[in-house]
């Protein structure tokens, strides 16, 4: 099994409509990420946690949330959709006592808004 | 400027070549550098690191990073079919540690 597990993987939906994705880890890593990848725009910083009671915004939050449910569960919610959030989304998680730099990746959720 | 960038590619090299993929960044106090390869709908995973200027070599990778260009560059020694894939350059940002990826560079390596 995957340690960083993201469901669903595949989803399409209707512009106006509530999205969660979640995200859970058996890495035990207190750090957690969400990204967003778009063609042509690479890997962008959505939000992330630091631990259970951190939540910082990234680079590209607007009309995203997030909620940290445990040190392993991480999930992001789109309120309400619009379809340049049409994206692959990808949580990571890392270890502030390992590598610098590194993250580690779930498989990744394909998000279509129509 | 984008903070960090790289040429998308595609860039195709013959089997056995070297391939070399190359990424400048912006801002000066960045103090950590990475690359990550990503397989076509894979997710990224971390390749190699590089903090000091110089060369850092792990098998048939060689990082390169040069601060006072801001440059960094990945070469690839007798690339096989098995390397072709995105590669992304990233660049540690502020204390927070959190990366700033380049939109990733495509390499095609044909038998």
């Known amino acids: ?114 | 400027q984008k903070e960090v960038e790289q040429n998308s590619g595609p860039l195709s090299v013959p089997e056995g070549a070297i391939a070399s993929l190359n990424c400048t960044y912006s801002d000066r106090v960045s103090q950590s550098f990475f690359w990550y390869r990503q397989y076509s709908g894979k997710s990224p995973e971390l390749i190699m690191s590089i903090y000091s200027n110089g060369d850092k070599e792990d098998g048939r990778f060689t990082a390169q990073l040069n601060k006072a260009s801001q440059y960094v560059s990945l070469l690839i020694r007798d690339s096989q079919p098995s390397d072709s894939a995105t590669y992304l350059c990233a660049v540690n940002r502020g204390s927070q540690g959190n990366l700033i990826f380049g939109k990733g560079t495509k390499l095609s390596v044909k038998p």
């Open chain 1, 1 to 114: 099994d995957a340690d960083v597990t993201q469901t669903p993987r595949n989803r399409i939906t209707k512009t106006g409509k509530r999205i969660m994705l979640e995200c859970s880890q058996t890495k035990g890593h207190d750090r957690m990420y969400w990204y967003r990848q778009d063609p042509g725009l690479g890997l962008r910083l959505i939000y992330y946690s630091f631990d259970v009671k951190d939540i910082n915004k990234g680079e590209i939050s607007d009309g995203y949330s997030v909620s940290r449910q445990a040190q392993a569960k991480f999930s992001l919610s789109l309120e309400s959709a619009i379809p340049n959030q049409t994206a692959l989304y990808f949580c990571a998680t890392s270890d502030p006592r390992g590598v610098t730099g590194e993250l580690f990746f779930g498989e990744g959720s394909r998000l279509t808004v129509l």
